[in-house]
């Protein structure tokens, strides 16, 4: 292989920047990012019920961040990880640094897990929430008259997240795969943890496909 000129991969570098999609960089971060050390695990309770077909979860926690792990990096999103016990200051230091879905200081089948995710476009709205919840996984809303819904009781400063959306969602339907239904039941006033990253430089195939 021929080395190219530093004048030609300088070029090229420039136009990527430039076309580079800018909704992670639009975004705004946590204007303080919490440290776990500073976090009363006490201000992450919450109450919250999150269901597939007729199995339901009560869930007492809930862990919000902000993170760019969809997409390849290049679309930042609200991740609101729910738990059915509480949180204690050690879960909290192990979530900032690793994956939320789980409780490292606890055994596996100790505790019940689900996420419900709000995808934020450039102007800070929500475009699309997916939820998971007992290995199931599903978008529940993208539609104009959805977003509308989960928008009306929605508020995010860069550092706290409030939100209080109520509903359910036939999942699978249009798909080979057999239907199932998501119902949630949150309302969150919590801080919000920054686990935004440097972007990704390629792509990571199926974190953004799920079920409809």
């Known amino acids: 292989m021929c080395p190219q000129s530093p004048n030609v991969f300088a070029a090229v570098l420039v136009l990527f920047l430039l076309e580079a999609p800018a909704y992670a960089e639009n975004v705004p971060k946590a204007k303080r990012i919490p440290l776990a050390a500073d976090v009363d695990p006490q201000l992450l309770g919450t109450q919250a019920t999150l269901a597939v077909d007729h199995v339901t979860h009560s869930m007492r926690s809930v862990f919000a961040s ?9 679309v930042n999103a609200l991740r609101l990880d729910f738990y059915d ?3 204690t200051k050690g879960d909290v230091a192990d ?4 994956d939320p879905s789980t409780l490292r200081q606890r055994s596996y089948g100790d505790y019940s897990w689900g996420a419900v995710t709000l995808f934020l476009d450039a102007g800070n709205h929500i475009s699309q929430v997916n939820m998971s919840l007992r290995g199931y996984a599903c978008t529940v809303a993208w539609k104009k008259d959805e977003l509308e819904q989960w928008m009306k009781r929605f508020a995010y400063d860069g550092e706290r997240l409030t939100l209080r959306n109520k509903g359910s969602y036939r ?32 792509r990571n195939p199926g974190t953004q496909d799920v079920v409809r």
């Open 171 to 202: 999942c699978g339907e249009a798909t080979k795969i057999k239907a199932f239904t998501l119902s949630w039941d949150v309302n969150v006033d919590a801080p919000v943890f920054d686990r935004v990253k440097p972007a990704l430089s390629k």
């Open 66 to 74: 902000l993170t760019n792990e969809f997409f390849s990096g290049e």
């Open 85 to 87: 016990v509480p949180l």
């Open 95 to 98: 979530l900032t640094e690793g």
